[in-house]
T-cell receptor, first 111, second 115 residues
Framework: QKEVEQNSGPLSVPEGAIASLNCTYS??????FFWYRQYSGKSPELIMS????GDKEDGRFTAQLNKASQYVSLLIRDSQPSDSATYLC???????????FGKGTMLLVSP | EAQVTQNPRYLITVTGKKLTVTCSQN?????MSWYRQDPGLGLRQIYY???????DKGDVPEGYKVSRKEKRNFPLILESPSPNQTSLYFC??????????????FGPGTRLTVT
């Protein structure tokens, strides 16, 4: 069964720390990987996309992809209380026709 | 402003009364999709469309219908809603990539309660 797995959390970090969010996926042929942020009761917001092995940086966010280990991660540097949200990992499993979402990791950043 | 819109945002209805949730996007996206989100179950895809007149089932299509007659619109139809369809619904759209989906952008959501 094709799956995307995330630790549900909550992951608690102090303000200014680095938050590390992890995601594993089951399908070796997956090609596209995304991180979404979702505040409670709101819609998912795309924050990062990554398609090739290695790191991709955008401001305080860094996505890391390791296709051999079927693992994608999101690092948030200098975490702020406003980063407190649920982070969803999404992967195109088995091709490109659909996105499969993990259940999300709740991040809590304390002042 | 580039956006995905959904209407209504909130809806309370009774079992068996047909309803339609509309979704529209102004980004000229080929791909559109409907999800439902339930506590503990995450986001699950209901139906998707790769282009006009092309639709396909997602993971949880039972009890739902869709149509794609225009590129910008992708309505979700519940012909006989039941309480187990009480959920938060999201529409999303993207450009098509290799015949599939690319970065998806979400609408604001529709909270549906069926009593």
């Amino acid at each position: 069964q094709k799956e995307v797995e995330q630790n549900s959390g909550p992951l608690s970090v102090p303000e200014g720390a680095i938050a590390s969010l992890n995601c594993t996926y089951s399908d070796r042929v997956s090609q596209s990987f995304f991180w979404y942020r979702q505040y409670s009761g709101k819609s998912p917001e795309l924050i990062m996309s990554i398609y090739s092995n290695g790191d991709k940086e955008d401001g305080r966010f860094t996505a890391q992809l390791n296709k051999a280990s079927q693992y994608v991660s999101l690092l948030i540097r200098d975490s702020q209380p406003s980063d407190s949200a649920t982070y969803l990992c999404a992967v195109t499993l088995g091709g490109y026709s659909t996105l499969t979402f993990g259940k999300g990791t709740m991040l809590l950043v304390s002042p | 402003e580039a956006q995905v819109t959904q209407n209504p945002r909130y809806l309370i209805t009774v079992t068996g009364k047909k309803l339609t949730v509309t979704c529209s996007q102004n980004m000229n996206h080929e791909y559109m999709s409907w999800y439902r989100q339930d506590p503990g179950l995450g986001l699950r895809q209901i139906y998707y469309s790769m282009n006009v007149e092309v639709t396909d089932k997602g993971d949880v299509p039972e009890g739902y219908k869709v149509s794609r007659k225009e590129k910008r619109n992708f309505p979700l139809i519940l012909e006989s809603p039941s309480p187990n369809q009480t959920s938060l619904y999201f529409c999303a759209s993207s450009f098509s990539f290799r015949g599939g989906t690319y970065e998806q952008y979400f609408g604001p959501g529709t909270r549906l309660t069926v009593t």
